[in-house]
């Protein structure tokens, strides 16, 4: 009985990254990761899987419905879930090893994460985030050098006018203490006004009216949060309109200490702004929060992070003090992309030179050369082929892939010790001494980019 064939397809949200895609991926998460190590940060690994309670709990009831949960045996202490972010993962790793671990913790993590997203253009049911945290200082030092390394990508990857937005939730709730919204329905507010971008303010005050809370109330709250001064002139306008409010006071002051310390990092003043509309949704954070905006192509925001000084109390008698930020490499990706931001090196293969093969009785001539130039970490494909060898073949091979060299031994090259190196771009072609083939590829590599 013949087997039925199994038609290849992929669930939704879910992709396969082929060779050209993987290296501009691998570029940026590079590029990422050499930015966090700039700054200290040191490198963490978590599981897929987390117990169900440890993630649970954290985020808020509309992030919670879209986690990836699971069942391995018959108890409930064999419940587990597939990380929804890297925040509660290393939230829990603190409570777990701080014995091992030296505070203030600077960490960095890039790894998927699973979300059970409706899937659209720029979001995914699986995609990597690329964490940075620093767990153990309260000071607003933490906060800025966070936004700092978030700059640093930035320009790293030559994004197109990226703006940071900076709020804090301590700011928002004394925004609703003075407009005379209840406490009870501050969270309500926060939902509302976190679809500041979507429905627009007149949505959010309709919303916030159908909510229960009182017009007025509404009304103050929507003259505040709509503020647009520039850099600290938007703080110094709610600072005069709320006067001594404590909560209010708290959250500006945080900000204004965090200008300061955004100007000695040397982040201008233009590449961010202070957003009372930005609110971010999970329920874990507890003061400064930011994310960031790229206008054109408008994907959504790439970068999201803030302060979330409870989260880690979870997991132990007391919490610690900890800021974050999570990238959005996806989303990155699919804009450097789209403006084809991509240095022309970044092509469809990893393999500088290709050996070709002249007939069996070269075949070990090849070998060697090619092993001789993977010593010198030249990357170095040798051809293989189960038919006879061909040089046109071969050289179309090589063009095909996009391998800019490709070197020749026949058989007289081999009697004499000597190859002939070629670079498909433009035809140069060099014969030398196998003892100079290296210095010799160098050369061509050099002169190609």
Known sequence: MAQTKIKP??????????????????????????????????????????????????????????????????????????RYDLTVPLSRVVAQYENDITFPFRRYQISPVWRGERPQKGRYREFYQCDADIVGVSGMEADAEVISVMHTVYQRLNLPQPIIKIN?????????????????Q??????????????????????????????????????????????????????????????????????????????????PTSAYEFDFTMVRGLSYYTGPIFETIIQEPNLGSVTGGGRYDDLIGLFRRESLPTVGMSL????????????????????????????TVFDDETQIASARLASQLRKMNIRTELYMSDSKFKLGKQFAYADKKGIPLVATLGPEEVAQ???????LSDGEEVDVLQADAVDAVVNLMQTEF
């Open 186 to 267: 501050l969270p309500d507010l926060y939902r509302s006004i976190d679809k500041f971008d979507k429905i627009g303010a007149d949505g959010v005050e309709k919303e916030l009216v159908e909510r229960g809370i009182p017009a007025e109330a509404v009304a103050r709250m929507m003259n505040l949060i709509q503020s647009r001064e520039a850099g600290v002139k938007n703080l110094d306008v709610l600072d005069n309109q709320m006067g001594d409010l404590e909560a209010a006071q708290v959250g500006i002051a945080e900000l204004r200490s965090m200008a300061t310390y955004l100007d000695a990092l040397g982040v």
């Open 328 to 355: 959005g490499i996806e989303r990155i990706i699919d804009i450097m992309t789209e403006l084809d931001l991509f240095p022309s090196h970044i092509g469809d293969t990893v393999v500088d030179l290709l050996v």
């Open 417 to 423: 010790g000597r190859v002939s190196l070629k670079r």
């Open 9 to 82: 397809r992929l669930a939704k949200g879910f992709r396969d990254f082929l060779p050209a895609e993987m290296l501009k991926r691998q570029y940026v998460i590079d590029t990422v990761e050499g930015v966090f190590q700039l700054y200290g940060y040191e490198p963490l690994q978590t599981p897929v899987l987390e117990m169900r309670d440890t993630l649970f709990g954290k985020y808020g009831e509309d992030a919670e419905q879209l986690i990836y949960s699971a069942q391995h045996g018959r108890s409930k202490s064999d419940e587990v879930a597939m």
């Open 168 to 184: 804090n939730r301590k700011l928002l709730t004394g925004m609703g203490i003075f407009s005379g919204v209840p406490d009870g």
